[in-house]
């Protein structure tokens, strides 16, 4: 009786062996470093006061509520570094992480870009954490085999396997555009947002972020190349320092295209190159066509302006371009946007010079006439509050500001005069 006992669990085992896939080994690593992040967010509404006495004299009541949000997250450093998305986090006056162990932890935020729609997070707890390892996207292949792992509709640590659907897609929400992501069928949900998508060896190819509410199985992922780049500007300063080449472009019209000798209907035409900036270091010239920024093809100018936000300053940028019938592969590092610049960009494009006041803001002390400003009406002792809903309050303010509305087709403007405030949008 016992050698049939001791037989038959043997079996048992040996059936556990055989069915410990791919997949399931993936899943036993790499389980352990995917968290639940949980965050509450407190919002303020308008409540209906009790008569039109009340709303006359008193306003209506406001109640402020706490609201709770939910996303996953994936540890990448035993200290408790947590990768997740930006509006994961956005907002939230509460942060708490639960690890795959039942442990919760509260987490502070390192730091956040909303543009690559990326968070970086610090456990306040004891370590050293389980963590997974950040791999590359720059080998992936389309119909490979991919997992994701996180907490869809707060239902922790579920799994789900598909393939690589596509690369170098481009998002469009209502107010930014999101590029480069890894379009996926393995299903992922509200509540998926910034757990990790991993390939057949468990490393992270990227972090899920976006789904089509309208569709089935179309998920997609922040490249891990585009993460790393970007998690490392938030750990080390706190935020992305934007990557200036020194190009502009223009769309490519197909009298443009002829002219050039391009037939094709994509890619970007370099219509100017700053002096002494590293697209002319790196020898790229007016007239060039980009088809390419990294392995993803450039469909038009904003697609190109698009995919070079997502570089960092000193983050390598390698460009196939058109030139003379030929195509070329050219390589670029970024740099920061000169400091110097900014202020001669506003000069150029709007018409105006501004200076720093002590508790006001940025005051306009000279119009040029004819410009953009002049003829909105603009007149020197306006003030600047805002600079496309961000507050200005000094001149770091205002150039940060400028520098992420450099590739922008117009600016929004909150001016002050006198008692008085108005938004006005302007052609940039």
């Known amino acids: 009786m016992i050698h049939a006992l001791t037989l038959t669990l043997s079996l048992v085992s040996g059936d556990l062996q055989s069915r410990r896939s791919p997949v399931v080994q993936v899943v036993e690593q790499v389980s352990p470093s995917v968290v639940y992040v949980g965050t509450v967010q407190m919002v303020e509404r308008s409540l209906r006061s009790r008569s039109?006495?009340?709303?006359?004299?008193?306003?209506?009541?406001?109640?402020?509520?706490?609201?709770?949000?939910?996303?996953?997250?994936?540890?990448?450093?035993?200290?408790?570094?947590?990768?997740?998305?930006?509006?994961?986090?956005?907002?939230?006056?509460?942060?708490?992480?639960?690890?795959?162990?039942?442990r919760q932890l509260d987490a502070e935020v390192i730091g956040a870009d909303a543009d690559a729609d990326l968070a970086v997070l610090k456990l306040l707890g004891k370590g050293p954490f389980p963590t997974a390892r950040l791999g590359t996207s720059s080998d992936l292949m389309i119909?490979?085999?991919?997992?994701?792992?996180?907490?869809?509709?707060?239902?922790?640590?579920?799994?789900?396997?598909?393939?690589?659907?596509?690369?170098?897609?481009?998002?469009?929400?209502?107010?930014?555009?999101f590029n480069d992501f890894i379009q996926t069928d393995a299903s992922i949900n509200p509540g998926n947002s910034g757990g990790p998508l991993l390939n057949i060896d468990g490393e992270i190819i990227g972090i899920n972020s976006a789904i089509v509410a309208s569709a089935q199985n179309i998920g997609f992922a922040?490249?891990?190349?585009?993460?790393?780049?970007?998690?490392?500007?938030?750990?080390?300063?706190?935020?992305?320092?934007?990557?200036?080449?020194?190009?502009?472009?223009?769309?490519?019209?197909?009298?443009?295209?002829?002219?050039?000798?391009?037939?094709?209907t994509f890619g970007a035409a370099i219509s100017n190159v700053e002096p002494g900036s590293p697209a002319e270091k790196a020898g790229l010239q007016r007239g060039d066509v980009v088809m390419q920024v990294g392995?993803?093809?450039?469909?038009?100018?904003?697609?190109?302006?698009?995919?070079?936000?997502?570089?960092?300053?000193?983050?390598?940028?390698?460009?196939?371009?058109?030139?003379?019938?030929?195509?070329?592969?050219?390589?670029?590092?970024?740099?920061?946007?000169?400091?110097?610049?900014?202020?001669?960009?506003?000069?150029?494009?709007?018409?105006?010079r501004l200076k720093p006041m002590q508790g006001v803001g940025m005051v306009i002390s000279t119009v040029r006439p004819g410009s953009v400003a002049a003829q909105v009406g603009l007149r020197?002792?306006?003030?600047?509050?805002?600079?496309?809903?961000?507050?200005?309050?000094?001149?770091?303010?205002?150039?940060?500001?400028?520098?992420?509305?450099?590739?922008?087709?117009?600016?929004?403007?909150?001016?002050?005069?006198g008692q008085r405030g108005y938004y006005l949008t302007l052609p940039f």
């Open 52 to 102: 039109l006495f009340d709303d006359l004299f008193y306003g209506p009541s406001e109640e402020r509520r706490a609201v709770e949000g939910l996303g996953s997250g994936v540890i990448i450093d035993a200290s408790g570094i947590v990768i997740t998305n930006d509006h994961v986090i956005r907002g939230a006056s509460e942060i708490h992480v639960v690890l795959a162990d039942g």
């Open 380 to 417: 020197p002792g306006d003030v600047i509050r805002k600079l496309n809903n961000r507050p200005v309050t000094n001149v770091n303010d205002f150039r940060e500001a400028v520098i992420q509305a450099r590739a922008s087709r117009s600016v929004l403007l909150l001016l002050v005069r």
């Open 222 to 264: 922040i490249p891990a190349d585009k993460v790393r780049r970007i998690v490392t500007e938030l750990t080390q300063f706190g935020k992305v320092r934007p990557a200036w080449v020194g190009i502009d472009v223009q769309a490519l019209t197909p009298e443009l295209g002829r002219q050039l000798g391009w037939d094709r």
């Open 295 to 352: 392995t993803t093809q450039v469909e038009d100018a904003d697609d190109f302006q698009s995919r070079l936000r997502g570089f960092t300053a000193r983050s390598p940028v390698r460009l196939q371009i058109f030139r003379g019938g030929s195509a070329l592969e050219v390589a670029i590092t970024p740099v920061e946007f000169p400091a110097e610049l900014v202020d001669s960009t506003v000069w150029d494009r709007l018409g105006v």
């Open 143 to 177: 119909g490979e085999t991919v997992i994701a792992i996180g907490s869809p509709l707060g239902l922790k640590k579920t799994v789900t396997v598909g393939v690589v659907s596509a690369l170098g897609r481009t998002i469009r929400s209502d107010s930014r555009t």
